[in-house]
């Protein structure tokens, strides 16, 4: 641990949910072991997840009132109404609580992060003379896609699959090499809403004091390049951050899906991992938002099964649409059990996932490509299968697949002879075998750009002077 002296007080408002927690508060274990007082806002919404104070003795929790309940059924259908109802509910007792906290504070002026998405509280800190910075939590290439998704609408560019042909949807975007319109950022079908939501985002990063963004120019150079270009701010790219944490950051992430009468994540899943053979298993999670229709649900549960090779999967509540979790699994195969009993498949709530891909029993990870999941397979070095769903998983499966090349693209819809070939490819070719070299590579990468001297760290150190200079 490095610049132990006392630093000014920082204060962070993640945005509840689960993407979005881990990154902010592996900033905070970061920015904490370097000297920083903490202060964590948090919304009641997730208060479960991240108020386990236990976890974090050293900070302090403030939480933000709001009428927001439901967050539970927040899914990649409703996810921008949610952000909009956040933002408008809890503009008022945020102001209400920094100036409590600043009216307390003897020291000088805290500095604030804000996740990008609390567009509404960046003009609060403004009003209130609070120096904030932006946490974007995704990539540098999806921060890009943001800023230029208003320009292409414009342009007739536009990734919604009911209104654009199929070759249409294969073409290049000049603009974003090196995407296809198919990997534009979609969430939903209201193109007007979603518009209207990365301008607000768009806008939040332009007026913060600098952006901190979980990625390396290890990884994206021309990407953070071009960002540093359009928006002349400061850009801190120090990702990735959950290798920066402390315990409990750096292992566990602060789960917001407790699993009824068990530990919040699956720890058993571990023991089971612990049976089986080097890199021969399948960990198959889609993070905590993306929902498969059944018919995929399906063809992903036969092509599993009949690929013969081992798989952890998490199903979470929710993530099979309209069906409980018992309804959902395909009679036959898994309703009575046989492969769970014959020991081939685990199937869990979820899991502890970055401890998950450090095992060395598994072999490949079938993702929805979220920018965590994303990285957090990079970190360990463990190759993928791409299935995106929405927002920026469509653009990080072109980087997985094309770019870095450890993965195989997977879209939906889903067929299990499909979803067998992918699997077998990836656990039993040398195909899968170089892609995996390949991620081994970039594990080794990510290593040295956090280690002392490498560009995430050096990052790490700038940002904390600038913290100190605003
Ligand atoms: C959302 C969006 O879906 C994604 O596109 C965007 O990049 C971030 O916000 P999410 O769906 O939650 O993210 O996926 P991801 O970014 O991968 O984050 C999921 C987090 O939950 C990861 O840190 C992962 O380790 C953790 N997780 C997931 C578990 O710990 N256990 C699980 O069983 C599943």
Same mark, same amino acid.
Request: glycine share 6%; aromatic share 8%; with cysteine.
């Given at each position: ?56 003795? /050293? ?22 109404? *949610? ?10 007792? $945020?102001?209400?609580? *920094?100036?409590?906290?600043?009216? &307390?504070?003897?020291? &000088? ?32 290439? /999806? ?8 320009? %292409? ?10 209104? =654009? +042909? ?35 985002? +768009? ?14 120019? +290890?990884?994206?150079?021309?990407? %953070?390049?071009?960002? #540093? ?6 850009? $801190?790219?120090?990702?990735? *951050? ?12 602060? /789960? ?5 009468? !068990?530990?919040?994540?699956? !720890? ?40 013969? !090779? ?20 395909? &009679? ?8 769970? #009993? ?19 029993? =598994?072999?490949?990870?079938? @993702?929805?490509?979220?920018?965590? /999941?994303?990285?957090?397979?990079? @970190? ?48 039993? @070719? ?6 995996? +070299? !390949? ?21 790490? &150190? ?9």
């Amino acid at each position: 641990m490095k610049n132990q002296r006392r630093r000014r007080q920082v204060l962070l408002f993640p945005f509840p949910l689960q993407g979005h927690i881990n990154p902010m508060l592996a900033l905070a274990s970061m920015l904490h072991s370097r000297g920083s007082p903490i202060t964590i806002f948090h919304t009641h919404y997730n208060s479960g997840a991240i108020d386990r104070s236990s976890k974090h003795p /050293s900070y302090r929790f403030i939480e933000i009132p709001n009428q927001v309940s439901n967050f539970r059924s927040s899914s990649q259908d409703n996810v921008l109404s *949610l952000i909009r109802l956040l933002n408008d509910n809890c503009t008022e007792p $945020f102001h209400r609580h *920094l100036a409590q906290v600043l009216s &307390d504070t003897d020291d &000088d002026t805290p500095c604030l992060v804000l996740d990008m998405h609390w567009y509404k509280m960046n003009p609060v800190a403004k009003v209130l003379g609070v120096p904030t910075l932006v946490l974007r939590t995704g990539s540098a290439a /999806s921060l890009n896609g943001f800023i230029a998704l208003p320009a %292409l609408y414009r342009k007739g560019i536009l990734p919604s699959r009911a209104q =654009v +042909a199929e070759w249409e949807m294969e073409a290049a975007v000049e603009e974003l090499p090196p995407l296809k319109v198919k990997d534009m950022i979609a969430v939903g079908n209201d193109r007007e809403e979603l518009l209207s939501f990365v301008a607000l985002d +768009a806008e939040n990063a332009r007026t913060s004091a600098g952006i901190i963004i979980n990625t390396s120019d +290890a990884l994206e150079s021309a990407e %953070l390049e071009k960002l #540093r270009s359009d928006l002349s701010l400061p850009v $801190f790219a120090v990702g990735p *951050l959950h290798k920066f944490a402390t315990r409990p950051e750096a292992t566990n992430s602060s /789960s917001l899906w407790p699993v009824q009468g !068990r530990q919040d994540e699956d !720890r058993m899943c571990m023991e089971w991992l612990d049976s089986q053979d080097p890199r021969s298993v399948l960990y198959v999670s889609f993070g905590s938002l993306a929902s498969v229709d059944r018919s995929d649900f399906t063809e992903m549960a036969w092509g599993l099964a009949n690929s013969g !090779r081992p798989f952890l999967w998490v199903i979470r509540p929710g993530s099979v649409k309209g069906l409980l979790l018992d309804s959902a699994l395909p &009679d036959g195969l898994f309703g009575n059990g046989t492969a769970i #009993r014959s020991g081939i498949a685990k199937i869990v709530e979820w899991a502890p996932q970055r401890d998950v891909l450090k095992h060395r029993a =598994v072999g490949g990870f079938w @993702t929805h490509c979220g920018w965590n /999941s994303t990285l957090e397979a990079l @970190t360990e070095g463990v190759p993928v299968i791409c299935t995106p769903f929405f927002s920026d998983q469509m653009g990080n499966t072109r980087y997985m697949a094309d770019v870095w090349k450890v993965g195989v693209e997977l879209r939906v819809p889903l067929e299990r002879g499909r979803v067998e070939g992918a699997i077998r490819r990836m656990l039993t @070719t040398g195909d899968g075998e170089a892609m995996r +070299a !390949r991620a081994q590579e970039l594990q080794r990468v990510l290593a040295n750009a956090n280690e002392e001297g490498g560009s995430s760290c050096q990052a790490a &150190d700038d940002l904390l002077s600038f913290l100190s200079s605003l």
